[in-house]
T-cell receptor, first 115, second 110 residues
Framework: GAGVSQTPSNKVTEKGKYVELRCDPISGHTALYWYRQSLGQGPEFLIYFQGTGAADDSGLPNDRFFAVRPEGSVSTLKIQRTERGDSAVYLC?????????????FGPGTRLTVL | GQSLEQPSEVTAVEGAIVQINCTYQTSGFYGLSWYQQHDGGAPTFLSYNALDGLEETGRFSSFLSRSDSYGYLLLQELQMKDSASYFCAGAYTGGFKTIFGAGTRLFVKA
């Protein structure tokens, strides 16, 4: 079956612009996670959704970052007033059940470059 | 806090056995996972330990000792394709939040 998909695969934007990154999880997976990964580092937790609600958003770096999952499936990560430091690969993952220790299936990521 | 420490690089010879260690902070800790990531690829799940002891999955095994706040990933019969980054990841705060280590880059030489 289809895995986790993310669009766009690459996004180049200018400092101060607004961007939206989309994640389509595996069908039937109730848990969805967003991470960002910088070169040579591990994925950094941003937010976790269980169904439609954000169960843990403690990893969002500041109020410029926001994520939604209105119907409990597709999720969008929104970044306002982008800064050069936001440049990274943004990864989405989904899992069948709520607990993060269950296998998380990662998408290919969106590479965000802020000029 | 919630952080995990692992070596930055390990080099081993094809056919050998290699162990990648991981230490973690215990506050809110639930369990330890391991992920593999090839350059340019997405992380893929290898194993999870909730309880102390060894979990074996083919050539890969993972171990957890809660009393020592320590775990490791053991790779046997190394193959060139095992050259990749390996991340330990702790489940925290009710098991929902996953904190990754910085990764160990494994180089397998012929």
């Amino acid at each position: 079956g289809a895995g986790v998909s993310q669009t766009p695969s690459n996004k180049v934007t200018e400092k101060g612009k607004y961007v939206e990154l989309r994640c389509d999880p595996i069908s039937g997976h109730t848990a969805l996670y967003w991470y960002r990964q910088s070169l040579g580092q591990g994925p950094e937790f941003l937010i976790y959704f269980q169904g439609t609600g954000a169960a843990d958003d403690s990893g969002l770096p500041n109020d410029r970052f926001f994520a939604v999952r209105p119907e409990g499936s597709v999720s969008t990560l929104k970044i306002q007033r982008t800064e050069r430091g936001d440049s990274a690969v943004y990864l989405c993952a989904s899992s069948l059940v709520a607990e993060s220790y269950n296998e998380q299936f990662f998408g290919p990521g969106t590479r965000l470059t802020v000029l | 806090g919630q952080s995990l420490e692992q070596p930055s690089e390990v080099t081993a010879v094809e056919g050998a056995i290699v162990q990648i260690n991981c230490t973690y902070q215990t506050s809110g800790f639930y369990g330890l996972s391991w992920y593999q990531q090839h350059d340019g690829g997405a992380p893929t799940f290898l194993s999870y330990n909730a309880l102390d002891g060894l979990e074996e999955t083919g050539r890969f095994s993972s171990f957890l000792s809660r009393s020592d706040s320590y775990g490791y990933l053991l790779l046997q019969e190394l193959q060139m394709k095992d050259s990749a980054s390996y991340f330990c990841a702790g489940a925290y705060t009710g098991g929902f939040k996953t904190i990754f280590g910085a990764g160990t880059r494994l180089f397998v030489k012929a």
